[in-house]
């Protein structure tokens, strides 16, 4: 849990300009081909919601709030590399792994079963979305969204209307809000970093 509550702001940056809709079916097979293309997909899905509230930042944040997100940014990726390199984050980080892997292997028939129906036409692709997140909804730890809209989504939500409205005072007043969430986030990389060493 941990783990990710101190990657809640690279995520936050990620999706800052994105709608909250989920794709209508995720193919949650594990394997390594598949969990590679996954994660370069999304690496560089990242990269362009990045670059897209980098740009948010230059067009419209004040000089003095544009110098500080770009240093509190640089020091959150700085942060996260540290982390990330740390022995107890890569042990935990195994260890989810394995898990994953352990719940696939015991939920495999059930999953291979829904994407047969689906090919078989004797499920619509929503139905098996619906069983798939059955599946993996006793996997998943559905409480860590608990909260979040005045949290991230909140913000998420205000800088997107701003920036639709061009609004430039609501942009600032979201960007402020994303920074002191960003500045807090950084404390709690720290204080894993220094646990995990």
Partial sequence: MKLRSSLIA??????????????AVM???????KSATHETAEHHHKGNHEKELTNVINQYASSDLKTKLTQD????????????KTAGFQKQEAQEKAQRKAFYEAHKQEIDSIKQQVKDGKLTKEQAH???????????????????????????KELKA??????????????????QQLQNSNQKLQQEINANK
């Fill in 73 to 84: 940014l640089a020091t959150h990726k700085n942060l996260e590399q540290q982390l990330h």
């Fill in 27 to 33: 193919n949650h097979s594990n394997t390594s081909n």
């Fill in 10 to 23: 690279p995520i936050l940056a990620a999706t800052i300009l994105t709608p909250a809709s989920g794709s």
């Fill in 162 to 179: 701003a920036v639709q409205k061009k609004d430039k005072t609501a942009i600032n007043a979201a960007l402020e809000k994303f920074d």
């Fill in 130 to 156: 619906k069983q798939l997140e059955v599946i993996f909804g006793k996997h998943e730890d559905k409480d860590h969204d608990k909260g979040k809209e005045q949290g991230e989504r909140g913000i998420q």
